[in-house]
């Protein structure tokens, strides 16, 4: 009997992903262990006969996530980029390496993706809000928020960081990918090359599922919730999808959702939703937000200069995609 998990984009169930499992995760050597971490609900899947030593590899995989939220979550007071962010427009903070080398990525991501991902989007506060009563933001509101909006403003001298004042750096859009990877990386360093580490929906696998590949279903954009517009079978390397239906509300017919184009300040246009496979979840991540905001024109043109493979729903709802989606892609 088919087992059907749904995978969320944080602790309130927003959907992106739906994996299916042959056997419940008690059973044939499946260690599954679910924690709220980083604003979402986080699972790891260890495939062996090792328990104790599984259960050991899910610690120390759990254990470098909240180093990575410790460091790199804009929502913790005390963290580096915290710091950064509170010193805007005064003076520069000194920073870990790590969290360094995290800021000069994320600019070259931005000049990669026509500056669709900007990591200073955090500037435009919380005009932007789906939570409770929802009401769009005036034009003025946008404007004069989308004007805080600049990574080319950020200055790193060695492992020093400076924004100017007004500007906040959010890492949302890129450090749970890269906490996906290290969770990977520390579950293969205890010995383990069969599991799936899934970020509330940044997914990374490796090896096999108890023999099988890891299969890993897209959700229909606009399909109830658990519906799969397909599936991929993967035994190595991310699947992370964005859409328009993971948090968003409808006004007078107009839908407004949470990706934001930093060129506009308005919910991007171009896209149902996007989904990408990458060998790391960090660049997946990235990829998908802008590709999303970039529509399938541009945006397959982005994946294929980087090496990723992408699915794009257009508004209309037709599929586009990469050559080498299409060949691991199976339409529901």
């Known amino acids: ?51 104790e030593a599984a259960r050991k590899a899910i610690t120390a995989a759990y254990t470098e996530l909240e180093r990575i939220d410790r460091m790199m979550s804009e929502w913790r007071p005390d963290s580096p980029i915290s710091a950064v962010n509170a010193a805007a427009g005064k003076h520069p903070v000194d920073v870990p390496a790590e969290l360094r080398e995290m800021l000069e990525r994320s600019i070259h991501y931005s000049e990669i993706t026509e500056g669709v991902f900007d990591v200073t989007w955090r500037g435009m506060g919380n005009i932007w809000r789906f939570d409770g009563a929802f009401a769009p933001p005036s034009p003025h509101e946008v404007e004069e928020a989308r004007k805080r909006i600049n990574y080319r403003a950020i200055r790193i001298e060695g492992n020093r960081v400076y924004i100017p004042a007004g500007m906040n750096i959010g890492l949302g859009g890129i450090a749970k990918g890269y906490a996906v990877d290290r969770a990977s990386q520390a579950l293969k360093k205890e010995g383990f090359e069969n599991f799936l580490v899934d970020g509330g929906g940044d997914i990374l696998v490796s090896g096999t599922n108890r023999g099988e590949p890891w299969r890993l279903g897209i959700q229909d954009p606009r399909a109830e919730r658990g519906r799969m517009t397909g599936m991929v079978k993967l035994t190595a390397g991310a699947l992370v999808t ?91």
């Open 1 to 51: 009997m088919w087992r059907k998990t749904l995978l969320g984009l944080g602790i309130a169930g927003l959907l992106v992903a739906v994996r299916y499992a042959a056997h419940r995760e008690s059973e044939n050597g499946l260690l599954k262990v679910q924690r709220p971490l980083m604003g979402t609900v986080w699972t790891i899947e260890v495939a062996g006969h090792q328990p």
């Open 242 to 332: 964005s859409g328009d239906y993971e948090r968003f509300r409808i006004v007078n017919g107009v839908r407004y959702h949470h990706i934001i184009d930093p060129r506009t300040g308005y919910p991007a246009n171009a896209s149902m939703s996007v989904s990408v496979l990458a060998r790391e979840a960090e660049k997946a991540v990235v990829l998908a937000k802008g590709i999303f905001i970039l529509g399938a024109g541009k945006g397959l043109d982005l994946a294929r200069r980087e090496n990723v493979d992408a699915l794009v729903v257009d508004v209309q709802g037709k599929r586009h995609m990469t050559e080498g989606f299409a060949r691991q892609f199976e339409q529901k």
